[in-house]
């Protein structure tokens, strides 16, 4: 079974720094393009950033684009997501995700990804 756990979350003010970590367990980490997903009150759960199963192709949504940086680890079966110059409208739930099919480029839809973390918290001050 596939487990995903995020960490990192908390308070922030605007203009500042925040790392989320994902930890996975259950499969070889390595194999699997993982991705990064926000769910603001009252909308609809929207792509933020996603890393292919080698970590040398990323893709990030325009809103976070120069801002956010996903990354992995596949030695430490980690994904990242430094989140800089952080503004009000990032303030979500984040929720990392992984892919259900090994060796997949970047994945962006919701629907294409299988298992998913129970997400974390991130408020932005203005």
């Known amino acids: 079974q596939v487990q995903l756990v995020e960490s990192g979350g908390g308070l922030v003010q605007a203009g500042g720094s925040l790392r989320l970590s994902c930890a996975a367990s259950?499969?070889?980490?390595?194999?699997?393009?993982m991705g990064w997903f926000r769910q603001a009150p009252g909308k609809e759960r929207e792509f933020v950033a996603a890393?292919?199963?080698?970590?040398?192709?990323?893709y990030y949504a325009d809103s976070v684009k120069g801002r956010f940086t996903i990354s992995r680890d596949n030695a430490k079966n980690t994904v990242y997501l430094q989140m800089n110059s952080l503004k009000p409208e990032d303030t979500a739930v984040y929720y990392c995700?992984?892919?259900?099919?090994?060796?997949?480029?970047?994945?962006?839809?919701?629907?294409?990804?299988?298992?998913w973390g129970q997400g974390t918290q991130v408020t932005v001050s203005s």
């Open positions: 995700a992984a892919d259900g099919i090994a060796w997949r480029h970047t994945v962006v839809a919701l629907h294409e990804y299988d298992y």
């Open positions: 890393i292919n199963w080698s970590g040398d192709s990323t």
């Open positions: 259950g499969r070889t980490f390595s194999r699997y393009a």
